[in-house]
Structure formats: C-alpha cells, structure tokens
C-alpha cells in the first residue's frame, strides 16, 4: 500500500474515531441525566408505576450496551491506527495477502481480507 492510500485511511480511520468518540460521550451523558432523574423520583412523593421503572431500566442498559459497543469499536479503530504506523495496514494478519481496497473502505478496521474472514466464518458455524 503506497503512502498516499495509508493517508487516506489514516484520515478515515481517525474521522471514524472521532465520531465514535462523541457517539460513546452522548451514551454516558444520557447514562448519567437518567441516574440523575431517577433519584430525583426516588425522593418524589408520588410513586412511579412498575411498568414505567422497567422501561426505565431497559432503556439504561440499552444504553450502556452501546456504550460498550462504541468502546469496542473505538480499541479496533486504535488498533487499525497502529497497524497504519506500524506498515502492516491493508496486509491480511492470516494468510499476509493484501486486503482489497473495497473492503477497506467498507470496514477499515478489517485485520483479514475477504477470503480469510470467510473461512473463519465457515470454521465457527
């Protein structure tokens, strides 16, 4: 991969992160303005239906799921930055081809080309 397509996804990977990162912010923000509302209704002198604090609840631990989802995807993005600085971007970590740049584009934290994935796919069904 010349300089300039190691330029490019650098570029992208970091737009990525960046975007992720305010995404991940937003998720605790809410995270935290729930924690804080409940507590104001603990201390409220009417009490909340059942149903409303399930919800509630529900909605604080799809929250924290796509927190730990941005989490994750955030480390994989690092790691693709250091295989950027490191050369090995856009070389296959199993068989060493080149991954295309299709699918780079497509999904630029992608350690595997296309073949590799799906083999490992296949192995684990």
Do not use: W
């Not at 490019?8 to 804080?36: H, I």
């Not at 002198?45 to 994750?72: C, I, P, V, W």
Request: some cysteine; hydrophobic content about 30%.
């Amino acid at each position: 991969m010349n300089q300039e397509d190691l330029d490019f996804f650098k570029k992208l990977l970091l737009e990525r992160r960046e975007q992720a990162a305010g995404d991940l912010q937003e998720f605790e923000r809410v995270s935290r303005s729930a924690d804080a509302q409940e507590s104001a209704e603990d201390r409220s002198a009417y009490s909340l239906h059942m149903a409303d604090r399930g919800t509630d609840a529900m909605e604080r631990e799809k929250n924290l799921l796509f927190a730990q989802r941005e989490g994750s995807y955030i480390d994989y993005l690092d790691e693709a930055l250091q295989r950027v600085e490191d050369g090995r971007f856009g070389t296959c970590r199993t068989c060493g081809g080149e991954i295309g740049r299709a699918r780079l584009e497509a999904v630029p934290t992608a350690p595997q080309c296309i073949e590799c994935k799906s083999k490992d796919d296949k192995a684990k069904d």
